[in-house]
């Protein structure tokens, strides 16, 4: 099953309260994103946005230039209907974010919780890399969660990789500074305890 397959099915039958990465508020990434973008007019993007409520806690904090990317058309069903009216200015994407083709220096910030662990493959982190390179304007944010060095291996019934903030800076390249990083523990709607890690990055 390729992960398009694979993640419409998660997506289309699974309660998205249930999922091990499911969390009422995604506290650390909210505060960093409004560290790292203050100004309510900036151009956020998400990727992997999935059925989070993130979007909903971007929209209550003022912020009106919101993308959201994700594999999954189930999943954007799901949070597009959640969401109602509030989302009309939303831009939504259905794509695989290493072949999604995105506009340009178009972003001020790039925020990824639980995608890039995914990527297992070296062409797939580097064609990733690549776009948000390109996506990212000049000084824009690269906020980026993985499973830590002492996280799981598997999740979703997929391998998954572990990062320190070492190896994950080595994975994204020379262009981005990192600004800070944080080991974090998520308990997840069963009760497991899974380490992240999440980093703020600086592109130039």
């Known amino acids: 099953m390729d992960a398009r397959s694979h993640w419409e099915q998660v997506h289309a039958t699974k309660d998205p309260r249930q999922v091990s990465w499911f969390s009422p508020h995604l506290v650390r990434s909210l505060e960093l994103i409004e560290r790292a973008a203050p100004d309510r007019l900036a151009s956020?993007?998400?990727?992997?946005?999935?059925?989070?409520?993130?979007?909903?806690?971007?929209?209550?904090?003022?912020?009106?230039?919101?993308?959201?990317?994700?594999?999954?058309?189930?999943?954007?069903?799901?949070?597009?209907?959640?969401?109602?009216?509030?989302?009309?200015?939303?831009?939504?994407?259905?794509?695989?974010v290493t072949e999604t083709v995105l506009p340009e220096a178009s972003?001020?910030?790039?925020h990824d919780r639980a995608v890039f662990h995914f990527l297992t493959e070296a062409v797939q982190r580097r064609a990733y890399v690549e776009r948000v390179e390109r996506a990212l304007k000049p000084g824009g944010s690269l906020i980026v969660?993985?499973?830590?060095?002492?996280?799981?291996?598997?999740?979703?019934?997929?391998?998954a990789m572990r990062y320190d903030a070492s190896s994950l800076g080595s994975e994204l390249g020379d262009r981005f500074s990192l600004v800070e990083s944080s080991l974090d523990l998520h308990e997840t709607p069963s009760g497991t305890v899974q380490q992240f890690l999440s980093c703020w990055y600086r592109f130039r």
């Open 107 to 110: 972003f001020d910030l790039w």
């Open 44 to 96: 956020l993007l998400d990727v992997g946005a999935g059925q989070s409520t993130l979007v909903e806690d971007l929209l209550g904090l003022g912020y009106e230039n919101i993308t959201m990317l994700e594999i999954s058309q189930a999943a954007l069903d799901g949070l597009k209907a959640r969401v109602g009216q509030a989302g009309r200015a939303i831009r939504w994407i259905c794509g695989d």
């Open 145 to 159: 969660s993985t499973f830590g060095p002492a996280g799981p291996e598997r999740c979703s019934g997929l391998a």
